[in-house]
């Protein structure tokens, strides 16, 4: 008697899986799995020197950040003008809905 898995050992542990964790979480799960290989591919290219190979598969595409555009003093000075006045707006409104839910 061989000790192998036979393939009919590896269709029943598939079938157990998909019972204990359902067919609707599975490719979630693979997702993740593909995502944190890939992350520990990329550190341990990093600890190997490859440092720009390392950090091209660790960040996906569409999480790269784009350099930002340097703000004028003047437009900072604007909009943090523009988001005080926002704020105080906010609080007057809180304010004026304070007494109205004491009351109901």
Known sequence: MLNGLQPWHLIILVLVVVLLFGAKRLPDA??????????????????????????????????????????TPASTDQQVADLQRQLDELKKQQAADQPQKNVS
Request: a positive charge; aromatic letters at 2%.
């Open 30 to 71: 693979a997702r993740s799995i593909g995502k944190s290989m890939k992350i520990f591919k990329a550190e341990t290219k990093d600890l190997t020197g490859d440092k720009a190979a390392a950090h091209e598969d660790a960040e996906p595409a569409d999480t790269k950040q784009i350099p930002a555009k340097p703000a």
